[in-house]
Structures are given as C-alpha cells and as structure tokens.
C-alpha cells in the first residue's frame, strides 16, 4: 500500500550498503524483516567483477540484519547454485540442503551466487533466521511484459524470433514469470515455518 514502501538507494557492491553509518543505522532500526533479491546479473563477467555486488553485498546485507536487532533475511539465489548436484543427475535438491560442491558452475554469476548462499547458511548457524529461495530463470511480468532486456534467457529468443529458427534439442529450463516468483516469494516468507 502507498507509504508502506521507501526507497533508500545504495549501492551492494559498498560497504553498508553504500549509505552513511547513520542511514545503515536508522534502516537497520526500522527495517523489520529483508527479502534480498539483489544481485548483479550477467552471465559474462567472471566472478572477481561479480564478488563485491553479489557477495560483499550478500555480507553487508546480514550485516543490517545483525544491527540493532536480528532481523529475519529472505535471500533469493539461483537454483544454478546446485550445479554439482544438477550434473550428478539427483532427482530432487531442496533449499534447505546443504550446498553440492562447487563443482559445474560455468559462469561467474553462479560462483557467486553460490559463495553467498554459503555465507547465508553460516549465519543461519549463528542464529540468524534466513530463508532461502532458488528460483530458476526468472522471465518478463506475465502483464505489462517488462523484463530485463539484456538477460540471457531474452536474449536467447530474441536471437531465434530474429533468425526465424531456434535449435533442435530438449533443453528443460526451470523459469517463471517475475511477478509469479515475487508473488510466490513473499507467499513463502510470510510462513513463519520457513525460517
């Protein structure tokens, strides 16, 4: 509902999120609960330009649970996480596993994405209450169509919708539509069971 929501901007790939120590502190008082979903995206850089945004970010964001009062944390991370798993064929990887071994990432994204959910389950261990969530890809709103353009799933069927031709193979590929996964995200963390 209008004013229920404030912006703050900052930056995850700084230290307190890029805000002064007073704003990290003032946020960190009001803030009752936080659902992480940031994160830089790209399937191109490697890890070392990935590592500030993705998992010093991730850090600084368990630091604001840490401040003042623990704070519940939702934090979003990839289904990809799960490579080792993934490429050992298991049936089923569930979120609240162990991580597989860091083995199968092809991309700097993954790697990073799996270093910060490392970083969420030690906190976890520490008493901090966080959920996590790994969505697959993650696709357009199902109603205005707005995604991110330059995403590689968007990209992959620009290509083939401008070629006129796509490749011949069964490729299975968890996605959903961005407004399907926040609905479902927000559904789940309002459970107080997952935490």
């Known amino acids: 509902s209008p004013g229920r929501v404030v912006i703050v901007p900052g930056d995850l790939a700084q230290p307190l ?13 009001q803030v009752d609960a936080i659902h992480h979903c940031g994160a830089w995206v790209n399937f191109a850089r490697p890890y070392a330009a990935l590592k500030a945004a993705n998992v010093q970010g ?7 649970a840490t401040t003042s009062r623990l704070k519940p944390v939702h934090h979003v ?13 298991a049936e089923q990887v569930l979120e609240d596993e162990p991580l597989s071994a860091p083995q199968g990432h092809d991309t700097g994204y993954t790697e990073s994405k799996w270093v910060a959910e490392g970083l969420c389950r030690l906190a ?9 969530y790994r969505p697959g890809n993650i696709l357009g709103d199902t109603r205005s169509g707005v995604c991110n353009h330059d995403d590689y799933i968007t990209k992959v069927l620009q290509g083939c919708a401008q070629l006129g031709a796509a490749p011949l193979r069964h490729y299975p590929l968890p996605v959903g539509p961005v407004d399907d996964v926040a609905r479902t995200i927000v ?4 459970d107080a069971g997952n935490l």
């Open 17 to 29: 999120l890029g805000l002064a120590p007073e704003g990290f502190a003032t946020l960190a008082a």
């Open 58 to 64: 991730t850090q600084e964001v368990l630091r604001l």
């Open 77 to 89: 991370s990839t289904v990809f996480v799960a490579m080792g798993a993934i490429q050992a064929r």
């Open 124 to 132: 976890m261990q520490r008493g901090l209450p966080v959920a996590v």
């Open 187 to 190: 559904a789940l963390s309002l």
